[in-house]
């Protein structure tokens, strides 16, 4: 039987601390699933609100090789405040961000969109399609 244990607090805390000993005593395994900035899963609805909250930069998968704007000043500020959107937005918050696109900006995926979606009607998952 699994049961999942909400907690406010960190895993540094002495009371916390003190009831994972106690857990460890009557159970075969205690598994720590994630953190409140990245949760494993999530397991409330407030749970979305931390998922993804990080936009990758240099280093983290992203090079100036794999992406032909990333050291272009206008592109790098564009991308900022779409991504501020992103990341303020909140599943309370009454409406969605709304982003008004540049004439470039959509001319660059109608070009791409249905490249891609070929693309993903082949590689991804039927979940994903």
């Excluded at 607090?9 to 000993?21: A, F, H, M, Q, V």
């Excluded at 790098?76 to 309370?92: N, Q, V």
């Amino acid at each position: 039987m699994d049961f999942f244990i909400d907690i406010e607090g960190t895993y540094k805390d002495e009371n916390i601390l003190k009831s994972i000993g106690e857990l460890w005593v009557i159970c075969d395994r205690i598994t720590e699933v994630g953190t409140p900035a990245v949760p494993w899963f999530p397991t409330r609805i407030e749970d979305f609100d931390n998922i993804g909250k990080r936009i990758l930069g240099e280093g983290d998968g992203i090079q100036e090789a794999d992406h032909p704007s990333f050291r272009d000043p206008v592109y790098r500020e564009r991308r900022e405040i779409i991504a501020k959107a992103a990341l303020d937005y909140r599943l309370s918050d009454p409406e969605i961000p709304r982003i008004d696109y540049t004439e470039q900006e959509n001319s660059v995926w109608q070009h791409c969109y249905p490249k891609l979606k070929k693309l993903l009607l082949k590689n991804a998952c039927d979940e994903s399609n």
